[in-house]
């Protein structure tokens, strides 16, 4: 079942990244599987060093691939890389050298990038608008931190006992759980929504106070008439007309209360209506095109950045200047420079709109 998961990712992985790392660290996982079976001390030294060092990479591997699940914008960076190498290398280096320290040493970096994977799961859960995706957060991050403290443990205490029976089977058992929830967030993902929105925005008209652009009328399959499409009229006034994306707190919960339904239908509405799969960027997405908007209005050319970010809706000026970079591949200055000097901006991603 492992090897053939593997297969079927392998296929995909030169176009999607989720694929591609989910594959990753599945075959860290069957390497590991090797590792751990009964007689794997008797393959020739030339197999059980390439073994051990893809084994060891697994916790680098589990930290990239959560990141390309439960992260939407997630890029793999060279840090990334540099993680899963240096992993592979200290297992090379610990089947030619044993010592206590360098034992320790591996079990702690093991463990870190099992919480940061973990981390990822956690983190977004709060905005993750794909109901499935956000219900198996906890679920796979409290398997996984149980699973890899009896695992470390168990091998401090009685080294090599998980190829030997109980030991053997509970950690089959575990094994195969990491692997069934892997399984279900692929497949969740490979039919989620696009992380574009459903409805388009290219036709985009200049709303009735001539600030910001309102979406057409919604289209297509995805906005279809049904009893979460009606809401699409109230959403569209608290944030178009109301302008709450300009509060810094604002959360799913706040905004379920404005329209006073439940959590789970604004989730199912933005998500299932509008192709979304986060809150924080669709929110965002209104914050930019403000900001972008008063970067570009002559009479604004002295007035603080800073001032900007928060009256769109940011908390702070970091946060701002990423989040504007990565949309319009420029920082806050650059852009305002740019519209003075009449030079052409780079086209930025569509911001999400209704």
Same mark, same amino acid.
């Not at 956690?122 to 995706?133: I, N, P, T, V």
């Given at each position: 079942m492992l090897l053939l998961r593997i297969v079927v990712l392998a296929r995909n992985a030169r176009n999607d990244q989720v694929s591609r790392y989910s594959a990753l660290l599945l075959m860290g996982i069957a390497a590991y599987v090797v590792e751990s079976a009964p007689g794997f001390g008797a393959l020739a030294f030339s197999w059980r060093v390439p073994i051990h060092a893809l084994s060891c990479g697994t916790p680098a591997a589990f930290w990239i691939a959560m990141? $390309?699940?439960?992260?939407?914008? %997630?890029?793999?960076?060279?840090?990334?890389?540099?993680?899963?190498?240096?992993? *592979? $290398?200290?297992?090379?280096?610990?089947? %030619?050298?044993?010592?206590? !320290?360098l034992s320790v040493l591996h079990s702690a970096t093991l463990l870190f990038f099992v919480l940061l994977g973990i981390w990822h799961a956690l983190a977004g859960r709060a905005s993750d608008l794909m109901e499935g995706r956000r219900r198996l957060r906890i679920l796979l991050a409290v398997t996984t931190a149980l699973y890899t403290v009896l695992t470390v443990a168990s091998d401090w205490l009685w080294p090599g006992? /998980?190829? &030997? @029976?109980?030991?053997?089977?509970?950690?089959?058992?575990?094994?195969?759980? /990491?692997? %069934?929830?892997?399984?279900?967030?692929?497949?969740?993902?490979? $039919?989620?929504? !696009?992380?574009?929105?459903? =409805? @388009?925005t290219s036709g985009a008209t200049p709303s009735t106070d001539g600030d910001l652009p309102t979406?057409?009328?919604?289209?297509?399959?995805?906005?279809?008439?049904?009893?979460?499409? &009606?809401?699409?009229?109230?959403?569209?006034?608290?944030?178009?007309? #109301?302008?709450?994306?300009?509060? !810094?707190?604002?959360?799913?919960?706040?905004?379920?209360?404005?329209? #006073?339904?439940?959590e789970y239908r604004l989730r199912r509405l933005i998500n299932g209506q509008l192709g979304h799969r986060n809150f924080s960027t669709f929110i965002n997405g209104y914050r930019l095109a403000e900001a972008e908007a008063?970067?570009?209005?002559? *009479?604004?050319?002295?007035?603080? =950045?800073?001032? =900007?970010?928060?009256?769109?809706?940011?908390?702070? =000026?970091?946060? %701002?200047?990423? *989040?504007?970079?990565?949309?319009?591949?420029?920082?806050? &200055?650059?852009?305002?420079?740019?519209?003075?000097e009449g030079v052409p901006s780079p086209i930025p991603k569509q911001p999400s709109r209704l």
């Amino acid at each position: 079942m492992l090897l053939l998961r593997i297969v079927v990712l392998a296929r995909n992985a030169r176009n999607d990244q989720v694929s591609r790392y989910s594959a990753l660290l599945l075959m860290g996982i069957a390497a590991y599987v090797v590792e751990s079976a009964p007689g794997f001390g008797a393959l020739a030294f030339s197999w059980r060093v390439p073994i051990h060092a893809l084994s060891c990479g697994t916790p680098a591997a589990f930290w990239i691939a959560m990141g $390309t699940i439960f992260v939407d914008e %997630f890029h793999p960076r060279w840090y990334h890389a540099l993680a899963w190498l240096a992993l *592979a $290398t200290l297992g090379t280096v610990e089947t %030619f050298i044993h010592s206590f !320290p360098l034992s320790v040493l591996h079990s702690a970096t093991l463990l870190f990038f099992v919480l940061l994977g973990i981390w990822h799961a956690l983190a977004g859960r709060a905005s993750d608008l794909m109901e499935g995706r956000r219900r198996l957060r906890i679920l796979l991050a409290v398997t996984t931190a149980l699973y890899t403290v009896l695992t470390v443990a168990s091998d401090w205490l009685w080294p090599g006992g /998980l190829s &030997t @029976a109980p030991f053997s089977l509970a950690n089959a058992v575990g094994l195969v759980a /990491l692997i %069934f929830l892997f399984a279900v967030l692929g497949s969740l993902l490979s $039919t989620a929504e !696009p992380l574009v929105p459903a =409805i @388009a925005t290219s036709g985009a008209t200049p709303s009735t106070d001539g600030d910001l652009p309102t979406a057409p009328s919604p289209t297509g399959p995805d906005a279809a008439p049904g009893p979460d499409a &009606t809401l699409i009229p109230a959403l569209r006034k608290l944030i178009e007309h #109301n302008r709450v994306y300009r509060e !810094p707190d604002l959360s799913i919960t706040s905004l379920s209360q404005k329209l #006073n339904i439940p959590e789970y239908r604004l989730r199912r509405l933005i998500n299932g209506q509008l192709g979304h799969r986060n809150f924080s960027t669709f929110i965002n997405g209104y914050r930019l095109a403000e900001a972008e908007a008063a970067l570009s209005d002559p *009479a604004q050319a002295e007035v603080p =950045i800073l001032t =900007i970010a928060l009256d769109a809706g940011f908390g702070s =000026i970091g946060p %701002f200047n990423r *989040a504007f970079k990565a949309h319009t591949g420029l920082t806050p &200055t650059e852009y305002r420079r740019a519209g003075r000097e009449g030079v052409p901006s780079p086209i930025p991603k569509q911001p999400s709109r209704l």
